[in-house]
């Protein structure tokens, strides 16, 4: 047998490992449908539309007002807090705001900040979290105006100074 024989002879035990490689070790390639004759199992379909939906709490406290709006909101398959604003429409609702998401773990609730910037009139992507069902999310509308921004920015005298 000369080496270019031996050569063909591997490479084509090799196309057939990888060939036959997939089928024998479970993958599924192929999708289940009709056009193959296969079909899908009915537990799947009915598992699905028997779930209950996941659900994020939302909380708006209007200034002015001292019951607050409570609301539950069905999930999206991936949702952020600038994606429910937007969805609720709380951010043409409010121009500026306080938000903070409140995450169940285990016993307590974790209380995650939330930065919104007025000016562009969206969340910091820094801390634009992903929603999980079961989170709380509280949004504070904010009455300040562009006045206390100027205010807050003069440096104050009777603070105490600052060492470096």
């Known amino acids: 047998m000369t080496t270019r024989n031996c050569w ?14 997939p089928v024998g070790s479970g993958c599924t390639a192929l999708q289940a449908d009709s056009s193959l004759g296969l079909q899908t199992s009915g537990l799947m379909e009915g598992a699905a539309e028997e779930a209950p939906a996941a659900t994020i709490s939302l909380e708006v406290r209007p200034a002015g007002r001292r019951e607050p709006e409570m609301q539950q909101i069905p999930m999206h398959s991936l949702m952020h807090v600038q ?3 937007e969805h609720t ?19 307590d609730m ?13 969340v910091d992507p820094l801390f ?3 929603l999980r069902p079961g989170d709380h999310v509280v949004v504070i509308e904010d ?22």
């Open 8 to 21: 063909l002879t591997y490479a084509g035990a090799a196309a057939l490992l990888l060939l036959l490689i």
């Open 83 to 85: 994606d429910l604003l």
């Open 89 to 107: 429409r709380l951010n043409r609702r409010f121009r500026r705001m306080g938000l903070h998401v409140m995450r169940p773990t285990g016993g």
């Open 110 to 122: 974790v209380r995650m900040k939330v930065r919104f910037s007025h000016e562009t009139g969206r």
């Open 128 to 130: 634009d979290y992903a």
């Open 143 to 164: 009455t300040s105006t562009v006045l206390d921004d100027m205010l807050d920015s003069l440096p104050n005298p009777l603070a105490p100074a600052r060492r470096m």
